[in-house]
T-cell receptor, first 113, second 114 residues
Framework: EPEVTQTPSHQVTQMGQEVILRCVPI?????FYWYRQILGQKVEFLVS????????KSEIFDDQFSVERPDGSNFTLKIRSTKLEDSAMYFC???????????FGDGTRLSIL | AQSVTQLGSHVSVSEGALVLLRCNYS??????LFWYVQYPNQGLQLLLK??????LVKGINGFEAEFKKSETSFHLTKPSAHMSDAAEYFC????????????FGTGTKLQVIP
């Protein structure tokens, strides 16, 4: 069964550094998402992306965050200047459309030191 | 706005006993409802979904859930717990289709006692 793949599985970064989290959605999917889960808390929506533009973003997704689909397969989340509170598990998801559920990757654990 | 409430952050059951994980939702439009399971150090796996039609939905691993509009509930059940069911379970809601953002509950950790 096709899967959403995320790399790396664990990223350790110094505070203030830029980080890029990478995702390869399922190949025929059209809608792409990032979510995050701070340790011990619930999964929170960050941003959705469709037709090469952001379709919705949450209050968390401020100017420090950006997303990009640089080619036909990758979907990236960039955090420009990381803060301690950015430490979390980041999940990428994708879906085809309509009533189809979102498929999630295994996540990238981001640790900010 | 949509929201999800999961009653009980931790639930313990004996192996072979009934599993019941509670979920109530709030949505301004007819919702799409989901249950996801997260095993340790893994991602979110879809257990089952309700979109339209039959209100009792069956999922993987013997789980099922019933959509009750009058109670705004979508409780997850399994007749007989197995050790491998130990995981964290998330109820989630999406408005107007699966392509919309998903709002998750806070999760329920299920412990299965041998």
């Amino acid at each position: 069964e096709p899967e959403v793949t995320q790399t790396p599985s664990h990223q350790v970064t110094q505070m203030g550094q830029e980080v890029i989290l990478r995702c390869v959605p399922i190949s025929n999917h059209l809608y792409f998402y990032w979510y995050r889960q701070i340790l011990g808390q619930k999964v929170e929506f960050l941003v959705s992306f469709y037709n090469n533009e952001i379709s919705e973003k949450s209050e968390i997704f401020d100017d420090q965050f950006s997303v990009e689909r640089p080619d036909g397969s990758n979907f990236t989340l960039k955090i420009r200047s990381t803060k301690l509170e950015d430490s979390a598990m980041y999940f990428c998801a994708s879906t085809l459309a309509g009533a189809q559920p979102q498929h999630f990757g295994d996540g990238t654990r981001l640790s900010i030191l | 706005a949509q929201s999800v409430t999961q009653l009980g952050s931790h639930v313990s059951v004996s192996e072979g006993a009934l599993v019941l994980l509670r979920c109530n939702y709030s949505s301004s439009v007819p919702p799409y409802l989901f249950w996801y399971v997260q095993y340790p150090n893994q991602g979110l796996q879809l257990l089952l979904k309700y979109t339209t039609g039959a209100t009792l939905v069956k999922g993987i691993n013997g789980f099922e859930a019933e959509f009750k509009k009058s109670e705004t509930s979508f409780h997850l059940t399994k007749p007989s717990a197995h050790m491998s069911d130990a995981a964290e379970y998330f109820c989630a809601v999406s408005e107007r289709g699966g392509y919309q953002k998903v709002t998750f509950g806070t999760g329920t950790k299920l412990q299965v006692i041998p």
